[in-house]
């Protein structure tokens, strides 16, 4: 009962402390963080939709490619084809000649038919001569077609190698890191802190009990040091985005605390953990998103006290910079 006294005073306290403009400020920067998470979401889809889109692309234009030379070597087989047949008309023609000269002393039908046909042969060579010319156009123009499509295939393919690169280096940089924070908070990890790494992002979860006292902001030391422990990395990976989201479970916070809501205190928690980490740090706070999750992102949706306790925590989200991955489908 004692105890519940002092802690209505010390809420009372803290209430007093903060005016009510700065929860209201607060709030709409969380809002604003949320927006902001949603839009790199977003973006991080968008892109994996387009590096699929791609890759189907280039998988049409070498079948197209693939039909176009076919259509090519069959085209080329019936200019051969017309070729020996000109070839032949052409010999046929000498032979025709051969026979007027030999024939002229014959008689004057013989010497009409002869010319006849003469005739029939040269019409008949001049329009085998047309399709050949006709033929050999279009496949000039085929070829052309073909050049621009294999320049084209080219271009995808070299972006798309260049996005692939820039993605393993990407995740190259990821597994580093995870590494690096890791090694910076060894000994922490059977004290209510995991660090996993999913979807290219590196993710440190930091229990309730770790950081904060039931319904409080204020960080605990040991929880301090890890956070300072964390901060000397980011400040060696300047590339690296954070984002700070704090969660509660889904008991509502004591009527007359210093909290309107789960809401204000997940934003809180959240701030008072980007404060550590830039406290006496060269990391840019532009680099730093809080975020206040309140109850409504659990890990364990049971109502029991072991699952409220796993969704009482903080999460700091690390994610690469995507600008190299912009520049290259910018252009």
């Known amino acids: ?32 963080c949320l927006e902001e998470r949603n839009y790199l979401k977003t973006e991080n889809e968008q892109l994996t939709v ?14 197209d490619l693939s039909r176009a030379a076919k259509d090519t070597l069959r ?11 000109n070839r032949r008309l052409n010999n046929d023609y000498q032979d025709l000649q051969e026979a007027q000269q030999a024939l002229l002393k ?5 010497i009409r038919r002869l010319m006849d046909e003469l005739q029939t042969a040269r019409l008949d060579l001049q329009k085998r001569e047309g399709e050949l010319n006709k033929l050999s156009s279009e496949l000039t123009s085929r070829k052309h077609e073909l050049d621009q499509m294999q320049l084209e295939l080219d271009a995808r393919n070299t972006r798309l190698i260049e996005l692939e690169q820039v993605l393993k280096l990407q995740e ?34 930091l229990e309730e009990k770790l950081l904060f006292k039931s ?15 964390l901060s000397g990395v980011l400040e060696q990976n300047n590339e690296i985005n954070v984002m700070v989201e704090g969660h509660t479970d889904d008991v509502p916070v004591i009527p007359g605390s210093a909290f309107k809501d789960n809401w204000d205190l997940s934003v809180l928690r959240a701030t008072s953990i980007a404060r550590i980490l830039l406290e006496g740090s060269i990391i840019n706070p532009q680099r730093i998103t809080t975020a206040g999750r309140s109850q409504y992102q659990p ?13 009482r925590r903080t999460e700091i989200i690390l994610s690469p910079k995507l600008d190299e991955l912009y520049k290259i489908i910018d252009n």
């Open 106 to 110: 014959g008689s004057e039908g013989e």
């Open 299 to 311: 890990v364990d949706a049971k109502k029991t006290p072991e699952a409220r306790q796993k969704n």
């Open 50 to 63: 387009e590096n699929t889109e791609l890759k189907a692309r280039l998988a049409r234009a070498e079948q």
């Open 1 to 32: 009962m004692r105890n519940n006294f002092i802690l209505l005073l010390f809420t009372v306290f803290i209430a007093a402390c903060v005016p009510p403009t700065r929860f209201k400020s607060l709030q709409a920067e969380s809002v604003s």
């Open 215 to 229: 319904g409080s902001t204020i960080v605990d030391p040991k929880g301090a040091a890890a956070l300072k422990n």
């Open 172 to 205: 190259k940089q990821l597994v580093s890191l995870k590494n690096q924070v890791t090694d910076a908070l060894l000994g922490f990890e059977n004290q209510g802190l995991t660090i996993t790494q999913k979807n290219g992002k590196v993710y440190v979860s």
């Open 75 to 85: 085209w080329v087989a019936e200019a051969n084809r017309l070729t020996s047949q």
